[in-house]
């Protein structure tokens, strides 16, 4: 194997394995929390990604199930009821690598998966 077909391979095997993690973790903790919601929020779990969505019911439910979750909606859709602890604008990072991977100096780009 080339140094490349190797890294390629490794992407492949991490991903793999996120997505067996993330699937156990659905299975293990979220999908009964969810079955049968909790009267109070179930403190958010710190390793979690967390989502974005734009249903109140999906937000309400993905919350008391201990999920970090954002609604995303406009303001003039937010009732006056809905204790919002600080507003934020959506951004997006400056320091993503967006360079093409090289091996000396040559660009080499990935096949997509």
Known sequence: ????????????LQC???DIH???????ILYPLLTS???????????WMGCF???TEVCESLYFA??????VCDEEFIPLTMNIIHPVWL?????????MYSESGVSKPFPSI
Do not use: C, M, S
């Not at 993330?22 to 293990?28: H, K, M, Q």
């Not at 919601?37 to 390793?47: D, F, I, M, R, S």
């Not at 951004?91 to 360079?99: E, L, M």
């Open 1 to 12: 194997l080339v140094f490349r077909d190797l890294v390629a391979f490794v992407v492949q």
């Open 16 to 18: 793999t394995l996120l």
């Open 22 to 28: 993330a699937l156990l973790d659905y299975v293990e």
């Open 37 to 47: 919601l909790p009267l109070k929020p179930v403190h958010a779990n710190p390793t």
């Open 53 to 55: 969505t734009r249903n």
């Open 66 to 71: 201990g999920v970090p979750v954002w609604l």
């Open 91 to 99: 951004t997006f990072p400056d320091n993503i690598v967006r360079a």
